[in-house]
């Protein structure tokens, strides 16, 4: 913004003084009334980049470690930010986690829609589905983190997001799909192979991370493949 121009002197009856120092240009435009605020957006910005980095960085941690050993000390130090600076994003380790599990959620939308694109058969759009699912667990530290966390929730003095369930009802869907065209298995009931699906899934992809740290996961789902998803089809 600028600023008022300084003058050497007083006003008064007598000629004014005429001030020896350079005046000074403004070198930024006057906002005009209803324009956007400049200056705004970028601070909002870093803020933005400093809170998904520190989200990131207490992911790494829970993912690896788990809910119960990690202080936000810990999530400054991976941050490489002060822990006052850690504080001003997430109150507590509890907010962490609840945000942590959030962007887990948060994520899968994209992921399945991906996933879906335009098959021709419903039950390819199933097993596509798996098979990006189970390529976010092997990769994407949040997704493992928020899975480790909801397994944890005993522990988190917060309310978090209900698991599974959703799980069922989107799996439901897609089977139901695959029966209406003719390609599950006689006396499946779609809801029933959901269950199934989510059970097996999930234990799976925990079963991997605690024996090898998902290095398995991609052969355990292949498992799975040939074991479940070919036992329904029809």
Do not use: C
């Amino acid at each position: 913004m600028a600023t008022p121009r300084s003058e050497a002197g007083q006003r008064g009856p007598g000629p004014r003084q005429r001030s020896t120092e350079p005046r000074q240009r403004d070198t930024e435009p006057r906002p005009r009334s209803g324009d956007p605020k400049p200056r705004s957006e970028p601070k909002q910005e870093r803020a933005r980049r400093t809170k998904v980095h520190i989200l990131q960085s207490a992911a790494e941690l829970f993912a690896e470690r788990g809910y119960a050993t990690v202080t936000l000390q810990d999530v400054a130090e991976r941050a490489e930010m002060t822990k006052g600076a850690v504080y001003f994003h997430y109150t507590n380790k509890e907010a962490l986690a609840v945000a942590v599990v959030q962007e887990h959620y948060a994520r899968w939308p994209e992921i399945l829609k991906g996933a879906e694109g335009d098959h021709e058969q419903p039950f390819d759009t199933l097993v596509a589905v798996l098979d990006a699912v189970t390529r976010a667990f092997a990769r994407d530290i949040v997704v493992q983190a928020g899975a480790r966390l909801q397994i944890e929730r005993a522990l988190i003095d917060a309310e978090l997001p209900e698991p599974y369930v959703g799980w069922e009802d989107y799996l439901s869907r897609l089977i139901a799909e695959a029966r209406d065209a003719g390609q599950l298995r006689d006396g499946v009931e779609p809801r029933a192979a959901a269950r199934v699906l989510v059970s097996a899934f999930f234990g799976m992809q925990h079963i991997s991370d605690v024996l090898s740290r998902r290095r398995d996961l991609t052969e355990r789902h292949e498992e799975l493949r040939t074991v479940l998803l070919e036992g329904l089809r029809g």
